[in-house]
């Protein structure tokens, strides 16, 4: 156990170390509270300089219950959703990872991943001046720091703002144990996890979600030097609603390059390995789709119209997304399953994520009801011909949904298509939309170079955990089960 927590230590020291080279924020620079856009992207970051009102109350309720209804989302959806859908001799490892793993990042992110997600740095990652939360609140004078939200002089405390995207950044990390349950090692879940999240999400949240806020463009004199400090892929002008390049794609890719290294199962391809429990995967599906309200709606940041919004795409799409799964999978099969209504509402949830305040009613029932199909694709053909063993279809459904998702943002935002456009000058808050065509090209760059960042940041992650732990564990062990070998109890007891 000590020489575990050495190895954690160390491979968090690196984690810090490395992006400690590339953030050139100064040491007294202001940290941004992030801002999910209504309009152009959510959950992004901005300092609140002088702010010249208070926070409202019911904006601030409302971002409360959003971040629990994200946590919901984790635990215990996601860890039922996962957990029934493997065998019963894994049941208990799988809810013991999501568990574990949502509670490390959570750690993580309030002792460094905040700071390098949302403060001033370069257009790759932030600084360090909010370690340890430090400056979030002043206990001398009982202020509480404040940030924006994406109205101009509407003030957030920037502690709800550190609260809600702690829980993202730790369901994030915990999607990619999908496709890598079963055969591998607790103490390498938990190094690949440090490693990736420092060398993967903390950038990609930075680039995409970061930004001065509407209160710093005070004038068109600033517009250009504003912009600039802003994430990379922010500057290009991506949407980004709530996380389809962020967490999805960015978890989705991750799964599949750790379902390579990792190799397949014992058994897989020649013996069944049907789900233990779809009624716990069923009730995991529910508790995703409820706590999927605060994922989507809380990305606006206020009790507003776009809150509105991405609350009822979010509910329509997700169940267009159920009714393409399953008849597709009736045309297909034969059959309908519960299986398949289960995968097709995490498709559609997916799938609206990065579109959710960016698209009118016509896009979600366009959006939800093309995720079905193209996410039935993934986890069959597709899965096919990428070889992996991708135990629970991480890559099928969240990578692939979330490039649908990401690509049909950039048409459905289009007020032609009943989309709210853009805003397109931020110091009058105007909005307006280019074309199709171009904000097409600007999502695809984005999703392109999340695939290549995450991807690398994967394979160097896994390949730093094999070295100090090895990722796998002994045949014995995969075939007696994780619950017993890894963790010495059971789910269930015969």
Same mark, same amino acid.
């Given at each position: 156990?000590?020489?575990?927590?050495?190895?954690?230590?160390?491979?968090?020291?690196?984690?810090?170390?490395?992006?400690?080279?590339?953030?050139?924020?100064?040491?007294?620079?202001?940290?941004? $509270?992030?801002?999910?856009?209504?309009?152009?992207?959510?959950?992004?970051?901005?300092?609140?300089?002088?702010?010249?009102?208070?926070?409202?109350?019911?904006?601030?309720?409302?971002?409360? /219950?959003?971040?629990?209804?994200?946590? @919901? /989302?984790?635990?215990?959806?996601?860890?039922?959703?996962? *957990?029934? @859908?493997?065998?019963?001799?894994?049941?208990?490892?799988?809810?013991?990872?999501?568990?574990?793993?949502?509670?490390?990042?959570?750690?993580?992110?309030?002792?460094?991943?905040?700071?390098?997600?949302?403060?001033?740095?370069?257009?790759?990652?932030?600084?360090?001046?909010?370690?340890?939360?430090?400056?979030?609140?002043?206990?001398?004078?009982?202020?509480?720091?404040?940030?924006?939200?994406?109205?101009?002089?509407?003030?957030?405390?920037?502690?709800?703002?550190?609260?809600?995207?702690?829980?993202?950044?730790?369901?994030?990390?915990?999607?990619?144990? *999908?496709?890598?349950?079963?055969?591998? &090692?607790?103490?390498?879940?938990?190094?690949?996890?440090?490693?990736?999240?420092?060398?993967?999400?903390?950038?990609?949240?930075?680039?995409?979600?970061?930004?001065?806020?509407?209160?710093?463009?005070?004038?068109?004199?600033?517009?250009?030097?504003?912009?600039?400090?802003?994430?990379?892929?922010?500057?290009?002008?991506?949407?980004?609603?709530?996380?389809?390049?962020?967490?999805?794609?960015?978890?989705?890719?991750?799964?599949?390059?750790?379902?390579?290294?990792?190799?397949? =199962?014992? *058994?897989?391809?020649?013996?069944?390995?049907?789900?233990?429990?779809? !009624?716990?995967? /069923?009730?995991?599906?529910?508790?995703?789709?409820?706590?999927?309200?605060?994922?989507?709606? *809380?990305?606006?940041?206020?009790?507003?119209?776009?809150?509105?919004?991405?609350?009822?795409?979010?509910?329509?799409? !997700?169940?267009?997304?159920?009714?393409?799964?399953?008849?597709?999978?009736?045309?297909?099969?034969?059959?309908?399953? /519960?299986?398949?209504?289960?995968?097709?509402?995490?498709?559609?949830?997916?799938?609206?994520?990065?579109?959710?305040?960016?698209?009118?009613?016509?896009?979600?029932?366009?959006?939800?009801?093309?995720?079905?199909?193209?996410?039935?694709?993934?986890?069959?053909?597709?899965? &096919?011909?990428?070889?992996?063993?991708?135990?629970?279809?991480?890559?099928?459904?969240?990578?692939?949904?979330?490039?649908?998702?990401?690509? $049909?943002?950039?048409?459905?935002?289009?007020?032609?298509?009943?989309?709210?456009?853009?805003? !397109?000058?931020?110091?009058?808050?105007?909005?307006?939309?280019?074309?199709? $065509?171009?904000?097409?090209?600007?999502?695809?760059?984005?999703?392109?170079?999340?695939?290549?960042?995450?991807?690398?940041?994967?394979?160097?992650?896994? &390949?730093?955990?094999?070295?100090?732990?090895?990722? =796998?564990?002994?045949?014995?062990?995969?075939?007696?089960?994780?619950?017993?070998?890894?963790?010495?109890?059971?789910?269930?007891?015969?």
């Amino acid at each position: 156990m000590k020489k575990l927590l050495a190895i954690v230590l160390a491979a968090l020291s690196l984690g810090i170390s490395g992006l400690a080279a590339a953030a050139d924020a100064p040491a007294d620079a202001a940290p941004a $509270a992030a801002v999910a856009a209504p309009a152009a992207d959510a959950a992004a970051a901005a300092p609140a300089a002088a702010p010249v009102a208070q926070p409202n109350k019911g904006d601030t309720a409302w971002m409360l /219950m959003s971040t629990a209804l994200v946590l @919901l /989302m984790s635990v215990p959806a996601l860890a039922l959703f996962y *957990g029934g @859908l493997v065998r019963s001799k894994n049941m208990l490892s799988v809810l013991m990872q999501v568990f574990v793993v949502f509670s490390l990042i959570t750690v993580l992110w309030c002792i460094y991943g905040y700071s390098l997600a949302f403060t001033e740095g370069n257009a790759f990652i932030g600084g360090f001046d909010r370690l340890f939360l430090k400056g979030t609140f002043d206990s001398a004078t009982g202020a509480f720091a404040l940030g924006a939200t994406f109205s101009k002089a509407t003030p957030m405390y920037e502690l709800v703002f550190v609260a809600f995207q702690a829980t993202f950044a730790a369901i994030t990390v915990c999607l990619i144990l *999908g496709a890598i349950v079963e055969r591998i &090692k607790f103490s390498a879940v938990l190094i690949f996890s440090i490693l990736w999240f420092t060398l993967s999400y903390l950038p990609v949240a930075h680039m995409v979600w970061y930004w001065m806020g509407p209160d710093a463009y005070t004038g068109a004199d600033v517009v250009d030097a504003m912009t600039a400090k802003a994430g990379f892929i922010w500057q290009m002008g991506a949407l980004d609603f709530a996380g389809g390049t962020v967490v999805h794609i960015n978890a989705g890719v991750a799964g599949l390059v750790g379902a390579y290294l990792l190799g397949k =199962r014992i *058994g897989y391809g020649r013996e069944a390995f049907s789900p233990h429990s779809l !009624t716990m995967t /069923m009730i995991g599906a529910s508790l995703l789709w409820f706590g999927w309200f605060g994922f989507n709606a *809380g990305s606006a940041l206020e009790a507003n119209g776009f809150a509105a919004l991405a609350f009822i795409n979010t509910f329509l799409a !997700t169940a267009c997304a159920v009714l393409t799964w399953i008849l597709g999978e009736w045309i297909l099969k034969g059959k309908p399953s /519960m299986l398949g209504a289960a995968s097709g509402a995490v498709a559609g949830l997916v799938a609206i994520t990065p579109a959710a305040g960016n698209v009118g009613i016509p896009g979600a029932f366009a959006i939800g009801a093309l995720a079905g199909i193209i996410c039935l694709w993934g986890v069959n053909g597709l899965k &096919k011909m990428l070889g992996a063993d991708d135990a629970l279809d991480v890559f099928g459904i969240h990578a692939l949904g979330g490039i649908f998702g990401a690509i $049909a943002t950039g048409v459905f935002n289009s007020p032609a298509l009943g989309g709210p456009g853009f805003v !397109t000058d931020w110091v009058t808050a105007a909005t307006g939309f280019t074309s199709i $065509a171009e904000q097409v090209v600007v999502q695809a760059k984005a999703v392109g170079i999340t695939v290549i960042w995450t991807a690398v940041a994967a394979f160097v992650s896994f &390949k730093i955990a094999d070295v100090l732990v090895g990722l =796998r564990v002994s045949e014995d062990e995969e075939r007696e089960g994780l619950d017993i070998t890894s963790h010495g109890e059971s789910a269930y007891h015969y």
